[in-house]
């Protein structure tokens, strides 16, 4: 007895989106994958020992080796749910893309090795992870994501990829939505002239944190954002957004090296320098953003700015529900594949709000659906066993069949 043969019947609707696209043994191994980690279960042996009646072999083939093509699913998966998903709450819908360190202890994992971790506050020893992310107005779901890899632990120099290429790698395949226009959004590691451009070819806004020195065109003399701010004396307008109070400047300006490529001159963006309102009644660093869409009012593009946080939220849940930072698979196409699977489950939970898919009107949020999820699968266990024994079948065979 397989147990993920008693998944809640809306995750096995969600399954079924996508089992043409796999052979039968290949489909059994995602349902198990996905729902062991629907559960916190990372390793091959706890999906074993859960969700799956096959040879932890079969597992790990599946993830190493099996020819199945993880991008593609993962891309079906992204334009099923964004259709799902997609609301009309606002014309803009944010595309937001940043890394995260996972911390890792096997030096014969991909890309391991010591960066900066922002949730820690210091270097610790993992892996780099750069994922994009998508709001639609009232949900949001992971889109893709890639191992950063420094370039002495690439064999073929050529094949580095920085995590700015990463990015565009993603802007580059990210969805469009009907009728409404993408604004994609980063901090200020992503600020680069070439990270901008992709934006603008790509023909998505941009809404792109600045670092304090990065040098901008105002009133035809070349100054760094901070000398803006600071010069600006008393010159900025309040404004309220879902509660937090803010004080705003904003200004034309252009950027060195960037031109219009219809008239060649320079591009024009707008520059909003902002502070937010602290509760201690200080005001906090000023935040410098870059838009690329002049006609954006200044309350959208905090508002939309705000929406950034949606990414740090889901490595929060993915971190402390699904133990994103568990898994010790050591290949590359593996890891991606499980965090692909991760996506899977995260996609679910978004999902199960929604009345085709629910499992339950209880659930408002993700972790209350994960606990809906093991709730219902030990139900259903419970009942599986109680109808065994009615049938007369002894606790040994019952046993037998639960792998115990």
Do not use: C
Not at 13 to 22: G, R, S
Not at 115 to 125: A, P
Not at 184 to 202: A, H, R
Not at 258 to 275: A, V, Y
Request: net charge positive.
């Amino acid at each position: 007895m397989n147990k993920s043969d008693l998944l809640p019947d809306g995750l096995k609707l969600f399954f079924e989106a996508f089992e043409d696209n796999l052979s039968k043994p290949q489909f059994k191994n995602l349902k198990s994958w996905t729902a062991g980690i629907l559960e916190g279960k990372s390793s091959v042996y706890e999906i074993k020992g859960s969700f799956s009646e096959k040879h932890v072999s079969s597992l790990t083939r599946f993830m190493n080796v099996s020819p199945w093509n993880h991008r593609s699913l993962n891309h079906q998966r992204i334009t099923w749910a964004s259709n799902i998903l997609t609301a009309r709450y606002h014309k803009y819908y944010p595309i937001i893309i940043d890394d995260t360190v996972n911390r890792k202890y096997g030096s014969l994992l991909t890309g391991v090795g010591k960066y900066y971790s922002n949730s820690e506050k210091r270097t610790i020893n993992g892996q780099s992870i750069v994922t994009s992310h998508l709001y639609t107005g009232n949900a949001d779901i992971p889109l893709f994501v890639d191992i950063y890899q420094k370039r002495e632990q690439i064999e073929d120099k050529e094949e580095f990829k920085s995590k700015i290429d990463i990015a565009m790698d993603h802007i580059e395949k990210a969805p469009k939505l009907e009728d409404r226009i993408g604004v994609v959004i980063t901090d200020t590691w992503y600020g680069s002239n070439d990270m901008i451009k992709k934006i603008i070819e790509k023909e998505y806004e941009g809404i792109i944190a600045l670092k304090k020195n990065r040098k901008v065109n105002f009133k035809g003399k070349k100054r760094s954002v901070s000398e803006l701010a600071m010069s600006m004396d008393n010159d900025f307008d309040p404004i309220t957004v879902e509660g937090k109070v803010y004080q705003v400047w904003t200004s034309k300006v252009t950027l060195p090296g960037i031109t219009n490529e219809t008239t060649g001159k320079p591009k024009k963006f707008r520059l909003l320098i902002s502070q937010q309102k602290l509760k201690n009644g200080n005001w906090s660093d000023y935040r410098y953003l870059l838009v690329t869409d002049m006609t954006m009012g200044k309350w959208t593009v905090l508002y939309l700015y705000q929406k950034r946080w949606k990414i740090e939220t889901f490595y929060r849940f993915a971190k402390n529900a699904f133990d994103f930072q568990g898994s010790q698979i050591r290949t590359e196409t593996g890891a991606l594949r499980y965090f692909i699977l991760l996506f899977f489950a995260y996609t679910y939970l978004t999902l199960s709000k929604y009345p085709h898919f629910a499992i339950s009107n209880d659930a408002k949020t993700q972790y209350q659906a994960k606990k809906v999820i093991e709730r219902d699968i030990l139900e259903n266990l419970i009942d599986w066993i109680y109808a065994q024994v009615i049938e007369g079948v002894d606790a040994d065979e019952i046993k037998l069949k639960l792998a115990l």
